[in-house]
């Protein structure tokens, strides 16, 4: 079985603009989280989404973003980049919510310069 | 508050000795608990769940866990640490409380001496 994907790897972007990560879940989750991890803050939970429904949210501004399409798969998106948006960003799958056993991808490492 | 306390930043363990990582969280209502490896670079790796029964739970790569209710603990131990073991470690608590997510204790990075 795929895990989970994540693209683009790695993204280089200017403070002001905007980005879209993507997100494809293992085969079969319904469930999608998206973290975003940082030395100083460690991993923080952003939001989760089931059944392209959002379940879950986290602390962060309404510049971040996100959705999920009716094959599982997940954009988030930041508006108005600033510079302390640059982070890992990761996403996890699960088959029944983030509550459960989550897998992970390698993540996103979005740089704002 | 839901929370994960993970007390150590860094440990450093000869190779071959035995390890413990330190785990204490808050949560209301009864925990989902976890243990994730993180190599650099890369995304979370699951070691063990918790979710009832035996409170002393095996995972992967020589990995175990054991869960005290009285203590709000859920420490990682393994009984001979190999250099491929040097990453950082998470514990994480999930539940239905609060919603459907899973909080992330800071990590602690474990380093190996030869």
């Known amino acids: 079985k795929a895990g989970v994907t994540q693209t683009p790897r790695y993204l280089i972007k200017t403070r002001g603009q905007q980005v879209t990560l993507s997100c494809s879940p293992i085969?079969?989750?319904?469930?999608v989280s998206w973290y975003q991890q940082t030395p100083g803050q460690g991993l923080q939970f952003l939001f989760e989404y089931f059944s392209e429904t959002q379940r879950n949210k986290g602390n962060f501004p309404g510049r971040f973003s996100g959705r999920q399409f009716s094959n599982s798969r997940s954009e988030m998106n930041v508006s108005t980049l600033e510079l302390g948006d640059s982070a890992l960003y990761l996403c996890?799958?699960?088959?029944?919510?983030?509550?459960?056993?989550?897998?992970f991808g390698q993540g996103t490492r979005l740089t704002v310069v | 508050a839901q929370s994960v306390t993970q007390p150590d930043i860094h440990i450093t363990v000869s190779e071959g000795a035995s390890l413990e990582l330190r785990c204490n969280y808050s949560y209301g209502a009864t925990p989902y608990l976890f243990w994730y490896v993180q190599s650099p670079g890369q995304g979370l790796q699951l070691l063990l769940k918790y979710f009832s029964g035996d409170t002393l739970v095996q995972g992967i790569k020589g990995f175990e866990a054991e869960f005290k209710r009285s203590q709000s603990s859920f420490n990682l131990r393994k009984p001979s640490v190999h250099w491929s073991d040097a990453a950082e470690y998470f514990c994480a608590v999930g539940g239905r409380t609060g919603g459907f997510k899973t909080i992330f204790g800071a990590g602690t990075r474990l380093f190996v001496k030869a």
């Open positions: 996890a799958s699960s088959p029944q919510g983030a509550v459960t056993e989550a897998f």
């Open positions: 085969s079969g989750h319904r469930s």
